[in-house]
């Protein structure tokens, strides 16, 4: 155990380093793309550029900027080169839209998930089997931000049953907060609901064939028992396991589609933006955080693995 | 002994005296053909998307045979007659014309005038060729990382994995933009390889490429196992070379992973085309795709609910039907299989 979070500790520095580095050079490679000439402004002369160049460190060599960049990372002092705001207080700002998307997402594609995988497998090539995959189908085929757009259309243009699209606290109003995330919510769990359902279902039938579940039968077990004792608890295990890391990839940027087009104005949000303004530290830090996420739930989720499936071994 | 009580005796194989003559033997592509060919359902999803691909291609038939429009040509000022009336293409107040169901603007027209339904088949031409393309460099590229890191283990296992442990950490929607926004600026200029910033194959090349470790990491794990089996020791101790060993013996025993992966590919493609369409950073405009039209349309949205509704509708029914297509051909190989891809 001990052995295991040294490695993965050492692994994730390493992962982060080298996903700092490509994210630095992705934007560096850029042509035309001079950070002093877009922070002077469009009438700026050379001279500002020039000052500005030297102040921000743009003229040193490329190295040096990496390292000046980090720096101001590790010591929350990095500046966006477009608004010139703190980034870390901008991220601070968005985080709790991001999060209260995620884990409500999350909550919801895991249960229903899990819940329509059971049924589609207890009624396995039967109408209702039949009627979900193919609503699971649909749900992986389309896009999220054409759901969510539809979904604003219809719902809070047409019918006016829930506002168009923004974030509410749930510091400053828990009501409204619910209401303003429900379809943000729907929108982004309908795709991993989808995968879920087919991922559960085919567990389940496949658990479904063990000498264990002959056994349980031949001690005159009820199908029921069976199927939620049995059954469930080892078909669960993957799941939990996908769950982990599709949550890490949510977090980590996975959301920046139903963030916009439910204009949440999340972490998301913000590093869409300051990608499109060619904004390098907003971007370099977000795709940090993200990634630290993936990599970080990852191992969590090995090791709650290992913790449920004695089976399996932690290396 | 009933036969009810051990359903294994009674679906034994035919024993030789069983059958009166010889019974030809089938093997495994021939079995999976046969039972994707009685999956109704799969093939008829396989036909929605192969319709779709051939009308796709078809498009500049349409435009120059029954709409007489490119698709990037404006048409704001025009006016179309419909059952005797003469209307707009582009009222005064800026809203485009709906579905007209004439050759003109059959599906109605953009905030630009442009014919919709031309837009869509050429639309649908983009974004079928950065499906086919992604997924062409997504397994090239994996199947050889994920193999040679299977079979040479040690030192270049451990470089290769942690390439592709890299790729994999990046979120793959910023990883796309990052890329997407800096590439449409910039384009490519690897020596011999050049890529202007608004060719179409940008946002192939970044599809394909960030998709590498969801096939590279189970083409591995396969290599790993089959490298120990008894036939790649026998390859090795006739003297075959390792690259002849890697051809002919590993290779076609990962095929029918391969086979699974390349619908699933085509469809994430497809989707990923989209999201970064949306967000600026996929199909350069005028280019049409289906990811583009679906945007422009979004941000016309109380207005001109068309514009959202006919390219989203043409995306999900080819997205739905390389899907269960895939679905099929997955179960045909191998009913067994765990393969899945993420998002």
């Known amino acids: ?315 | 002994m009933s036969t009810e009580l051990l359903p294994q005796l009674a679906r034994r194989p035919a024993s030789p005296q069983d059958s009166p003559r010889p019974v030809a033997g089938a093997g495994p592509y021939t079995l999976a053909f046969r039972r994707l060919r009685r999956d109704r359902v799969s093939l008829a999803f396989g036909a929605v998307f192969l319709v779709i691909t051939a009308m796709c291609l078809a498009a500049p038939l349409y435009a120059h045979h029954i709409a007489h429009t490119g698709p990037a040509d404006n048409h704001v000022t025009d006016t179309v007659r419909i059952g005797g009336q003469t209307r707009d293409v582009v009222s005064p107040d800026g809203l485009p014309i709906g579905p007209t169901w004439h050759g003109r603007f059959f599906l109605g027209a953009d905030q630009n005038g442009r014919d919709i339904a031309v837009r869509l088949l050429y639309g649908g031409r983009n974004s079928l060729e950065i499906g086919f393309v992604a997924t062409a460099i997504t397994m090239i590229l994996a199947t050889l990382t994920g193999g040679v890191a299977g079979y040479f283990r040690g030192p270049v296992d451990s470089v290769l994995a942690r390439v592709l442990d890299l790729i994999w950490a990046f979120p793959v929607v910023l990883l796309g933009i990052a890329l997407g926004t800096s590439l449409a600026l910039g384009g490519i200029n690897l020596g011999l390889f050049t890529l202007s910033g608004n060719s179409l194959l940008v946002p192939a090349v970044i599809i394909g490429f960030v998709y590498i470790p969801y096939v590279a990491k189970p083409v591995r794990g396969q290599v790993l196992a089959l490298r120990e089996r008894e036939f790649v020791d026998a390859a090795r101790l006739q003297g075959l070379g390792t690259l002849r060993i890697l051809w002919s013996e590993v290779l076609p025993n990962l095929a029918s992973t391969l086979i699974v992966f390349v619908p699933l590919m085509i469809a994430n493609a497809i989707l990923l085309e989209a999201g970064l369409s949306y967000l600026g950073a996929g199909v350069q405009p005028p280019n049409p795709s289906w990811g583009t039209m679906i945007a422009d349309g979004i941000a016309l949205l109380p207005s001109a609910i068309h514009l959202t509704l006919v390219p989203g509708a043409m995306l999900v029914l080819a997205v739905l039907g390389i899907n269960v297509f895939g679905d099929g051909v997955r179960d045909a190989l191998d009913p067994h299989s765990p393969i899945r891809l993420g998002h």
Request: hydrophobic share 55%; charged share 15%; glycine share 8%.
């Open chain 1, 1 to 315: 155990m001990a052995r295991f979070i040294v490695r993965r500790s050492i692994s994730t520095v390493v992962v982060l380093i080298a996903i700092s580095i490509v994210t630095f050079l992705i934007f560096e490679a850029i042509p035309n793309g001079d950070p002093a000439a877009r922070l002077a402004g469009r009438t700026s002369t050379p001279e500002t550029v020039a000052a500005i160049r030297h102040t921000w460190g743009f003229d040193k060599p490329i190295y040096d900027q990496y390292l000046l960049t980090m720096k101001n990372v590790f010591t929350g002092k990095v500046i966006s080169y477009t608004q010139q705001v703190n980034v870390l207080d901008q991220i601070k700002e968005g985080l709790p839209a991001t999060l209260s998307l995620a884990i409500g997402a999350g909550i919801i594609w895991l249960f229903a998930g899990i819940l329509l995988g059971v049924v589609a497998a207890a009624r396995a090539g039967g109408f209702t089997d039949r009627a979900l995959t193919a609503v699971a189908m649909i749900g992986v085929s389309t896009p999220v931000f054409l759901l969510g757009a539809l979904m604003l259309y219809f719902l809070a243009y047409k019918l006016s049953w829930f506002p168009n699209g923004g974030y509410v606290p749930l510091t400053s109003n828990p009501g409204e907060w619910l209401y303003h995330m429900i379809l943000p919510w729907l929108a982004l769990s309908a795709l991993f609901i989808g995968i879920y359902s087919r991922v559960l279902r085919s567990n389940v039938l496949d658990t479904m064939s063990e000498d264990f579940v002959r056994t349980a039968r031949a001690k005159g077990l009820t199908e029921r028992r069976i199927l939620f004792r049995h059954v469930l608890r080892n078909s669960v295990i993957p799941i939990a396991a996908l769950w982990g890391l599709d949550f890490a990839a949510v977090v980590g940027g996975g959301a920046i589609l139903t963030e916009s087009v439910f204009n949440l104005h999340g972490v998301g949000q913000y590093a869409a933006q300051s990608i499109g303004a060619l904004d390098v530290p907003p971007v370099l830090v977000i795709v940090m955080f993200g990634s630290f996420f993936v990599v970080l739930l990852s191992a969590v989720t090995d090791v709650v693995m290992a913790f449920l499936d004695p089976r399996i071994k932690l290396l």
